[in-house]
């Protein structure tokens, strides 16, 4: 049951709506509906919104509803799966707008997280803020050695705001689903879970710092990608502290000719770093647009990015990362039998989908795509309507590939913008090929199992144990599968093909660690019994593979 605390907050919400002539939102909840008799006396907006598309007036709608609202807003403009694409597009254009608050209340937010004075902390500190936003906002200081830096503070009592927000999204999200039509489709109460776990994590500076450290980590050598470094020391839930950057906005062209920068390399070099971000280190910044992502001016022959923001940050599952790269690789090669396949085998789709089918109308999205000029083609836009036509063949994706989604969106976008005719699959593809090759090579594939002997050897003494119960298991249901004459034939093949994959996979283990033995410590004989033992363990996986 709705609290009647979040009462007012709700008629505020429904007026809102109804000034916005959002009435089929206002129709979701039976309790709004009179509100609607009184139209006229509920004022109008600043603007005509009688010829604004229905995106554009729920934009102008959570505008006026408040900070938490645009946060809200531009959350669920990353989750295609969850809004339709015209409200998405017009999400994404929600700026937060928010006054400043005072210098002196974020000098006392600062003294209280970190314990001493800001005049022992920093050097300097600008009381006046470089930029705020609806959670937190920025100021300029120095550090006692010289280094300018940037300070980020939450604004005070935010954490109180927000969850009564959240309880009135929640309530909001409860009567949708309990009223709207199509709640089943738009699934209100997954769009407030999302906006509230995203929230949660914007609300945690140290973790926005973390994310900071690992992206820098990832690309140390600051030739393509810069990231400001962390101060730790200066940190907390509620401070970050981070190296002052300087730098353009990528979508700032004039800036970037007048820096003389060769735009066609920086757009390649753009593209390069998505793929390396998402499939070679699987962390990449999910927030992309042109204020988070600047250009390094002073970089005239070897042009570089400055990331900032790392409060959305996304990763994928080692079995999603690896299938959503194969289907790539199909999609760049036309191969579309072998994305229907990909499709069901990475379980994104159910196994009694025809493939057949799946194939047919995954070349219906795709092939007018090719026959446009290579430099036209835009990837992006070609992955959303895969998503949407496989949606039809009950897709079900998680919600990263849908942040991955949006980020391949801006990326493009970035791309195109600096240079108009980018041909995104002739960067794409060599980048892509050579990542795979460089993570699923023999050697990696040997290095990681080096790191895993002590874990095997660990859990060795149980295999017996486990192996003798598996069976026993087997054979109980062995047994009684023999009460169904109709299905006998097929379950004792069934059986017969499980100790197969078990016996292969038992053998393929054991060599496999021998060789890595033998490997490690060294054979008097050379490397020849350790690579002779590991080719034999790999063929013996190969058996069973196909045995499944």
Not at 244 to 262: F, H, K, N, Q
Not at 337 to 362: F, N, Q, T
Not at 535 to 543: E, H, I, T
Request: charged share 25%; net charge neutral; with cysteine.
């Amino acid at each position: 049951m709705t609290s009647w605390k979040v009462v007012p907050g709700l008629l505020r919400v429904a007026i809102v709506l109804l000034r916005y002539r959002l009435d089929e939102l206002v129709d979701a909840t039976h309790l709004f509906r009179p509100l609607k008799f009184v139209r006229p006396l509920l004022g109008r907006p600043v603007v005509d919104v009688r010829p604004l598309s229905r995106g554009a007036r729920i934009r102008l709608a959570l505008n006026e509803l408040g900070p938490i609202f645009v946060k809200a807003g531009q959350i669920l403009s990353t989750r295609r799966d969850l809004v339709p694409a015209d409200i998405a597009d017009e999400l994404a254009l929600l700026q937060d707008q928010v006054p400043p608050f005072p210098g002196d209340q974020a000098r006392a937010i600062i003294e209280r997280e970190l314990k001493l004075p800001v005049g022992t902390l920093y050097a300097s500190f600008d009381p006046v803020p470089l930029a705020s936003a609806s959670i937190s906002q920025v100021h300029a200081a120095t550090l006692h050695d010289g280094r300018a830096v940037v300070v980020k503070v939450l604004r005070p009592r935010i954490n109180e705001r927000i969850a009564r927000d959240v309880s009135l999204l929640h309530s909001l999200g409860e009567m949708a689903q309990r009223w709207h039509p199509n709640a089943d489709k738009i699934r209100p109460l997954d769009a407030v879970a999302e906006v509230e776990k995203m929230l949660e994590n914007e609300l945690d500076l140290q973790r926005e710092g973390a994310n900071a450290s690992l992206l820098r980590r990832n690309f140390i050598s600051g030739v393509d990608l810069y990231v400001p470094e962390v101060h730790w020391e200066l940190t907390t839930a509620s401070v970050l502290t981070l190296e002052r950057v300087t730098g353009v906005s990528c979508d700032d062209i004039i800036a970037i000719d007048a820096a003389g920068i060769d735009r066609k390399q920086l757009a390649a070099k753009g593209v390069r770093l998505f793929y390396e971000q998402v499939f070679r280190d699987n962390f990449f910044h999910a927030d992309a647009h042109p204020g988070n992502i600047w250009v390094d001016p002073t970089r005239a022959n070897e042009p570089r990015f400055i990331a900032l923001d790392f409060g959305i940050m996304g990763s994928l599952p080692e079995a999603d990362q690896y299938w959503l790269a194969q289907n790539f690789i199909a999609l760049f090669e036309r191969d579309y039998a072998r994305i229907a396949k990909l499709h069901v085998d990475a379980g994104w789709m159910p196994a009694s989908v025809r493939l057949d089918e799946l194939e047919a109308a995954v070349r219906t999205v795709c092939e007018p795509y090719f026959t446009r000029p290579l430099s036209q083609i835009s990837l992006a836009e070609l992955v959303v309507k895969l998503f949407q036509t496989a949606r039809r063949f009950e897709l079900t994706l998680q919600p990263q590939l849908i942040l991955l989604q949006k980020t391949l969106l801006n990326i493009e976008g970035v791309g195109r913008l600096l240079d108009p005719d980018i041909d995104i699959w002739a960067v794409a593809h060599p980048v892509l090929k050579r990542i795979l090759r460089e993570r699923y090579s023999p050697l990696r594939t040997m290095r990681e199992i080096r790191k895993r002997i002590p874990e095997w050897f660990h859990n060795a003494p149980q295999l017996p144990e486990l192996v003798r119960d598996a069976m026993r298991q087997i054979a109980l249901g062995e047994q009684r599968l023999l009460h169904d004459a109709e299905h006998l034939t097929h379950q004792r093949r069934l059986v017969r093909r499980m100790l197969e994959v078990m016996g292969s996979a038992l053998l393929g283990t054991t060599l496999l660690i021998c060789a890595t033995v033998l490997w490690t410590f060294g054979h008097p004989h050379g490397p020849l019994l350790p690579i002779a033992m590991a080719a034999c363990g790999f063929l013996s996986f190969g058996f069973g593979w196909m045995r499944r």
